[in-house]
């Protein structure tokens, strides 16, 4: 018979965005843990919703709303949006999630803020940037995310508070969290949504406000 599932993983992700957010003259504070639930069994996540997370990360719109119903009315949940977003789920994004991490084309702009205006509620967004500019991933290029950003403000009203971006495997991450930094700065956003289990350390240093944690949290998955 296998334990029940524990919070120690939890515990111990906390411990080194402390350790991490003070080794770069940070506070604790300033860095949210966005504990990444997409496909994780209840029996998981309840433990660690026990000892106090309530920030949780999802891939699937869908998925989402079957593993959250009933349960992000209560407690000061908040639900980020993390993976690709089709247009024609905009209307349960702006109705289900806090933040929406995934904005990178102007199709879904427009779809956002007409949902956003229908509904009057306005989830938090970041725009993902494709730092690597991998074919395979979504995200703005860097080059084009200056532009981007404009138009998300301009053409459609949105106001974005940051940036977000999922380094190519296999790479030094800290050049493309150094690059995202750069673009938001630039752009006066405060946000960056960087860093996951391997790397979320680093990202910390290179001035992450969230990290998506998903295995170092509940372990991995089956």
């Known amino acids: 018979m296998s334990a029940a599932p524990t919070a120690q993983g939890?515990?111990?992700?906390?411990?080194?965005?402390?350790?991490?957010?003070?080794?770069?003259?940070?506070?604790?504070?300033?860095?949210?843990?966005?504990?990444?639930?997409?496909?994780?069994?209840?029996?998981?996540?309840?433990?660690?919703?026990?000892?106090?997370?309530?920030?949780?990360?999802?891939?699937?719109?869908?998925?989402?709303?079957?593993?959250?119903?009933?349960?992000?009315a209560a407690g000061g949940l908040t639900l980020h949006l993390i993976g690709p977003l089709q247009t024609n789920k905009a209307k349960d994004a702006v109705a289900h999630f806090g933040v929406i991490?995934?904005?990178?084309?102007?199709?879904?702009?427009?779809?956002?803020?007409d949902e956003v205006q229908k509904q009057g509620r306005t989830p938090r967004l970041y725009i993902q940037v494709n730092t690597g500019e991998e074919a395979q991933k979504?995200?703005?290029?860097?080059?084009e995310a200056d532009a981007f950003i404009a138009a998300v403000r301009g053409a459609y009203g949105l106001t974005p508070?940051?940036?977000?971006?999922?380094?190519?495997?296999?790479?030094?991450?800290?050049?493309h969290f150094a690059l995202l930094r750069k673009i938001a700065e630039r752009n006066g956003l405060?946000?960056?949504?960087?860093?996951?289990?391997?790397?979320?350390e680093t990202a910390i240093r290179f001035g992450a406000t969230s990290v998506r944690v998903g295995s170092a949290v509940f372990g991995a998955r089956g």
């Open 161 to 175: 508070e940051g940036l977000m971006c999922i380094p190519p495997a296999g790479e030094p991450a800290g050049p």
């Open 101 to 113: 991490e995934t904005l990178d084309r102007e199709k879904l702009a427009r779809a956002l803020a």
């Open 138 to 143: 979504a995200g703005v290029i860097p080059a």
């Open 10 to 72: 939890y515990d111990d992700v906390v411990a080194r965005i402390a350790r991490a957010a003070q080794a770069a003259g940070r506070l604790a504070g300033a860095v949210t843990l966005v504990a990444v639930s997409k496909q994780q069994p209840w029996e998981a996540i309840e433990p660690v919703l026990a000892a106090g997370q309530r920030v949780f990360g999802e891939n699937r719109v869908q998925e989402a709303l079957a593993r959250w119903a009933g349960k992000t």
């Open 190 to 200: 405060s946000k960056l949504s960087m860093g996951m289990s391997g790397d979320f």
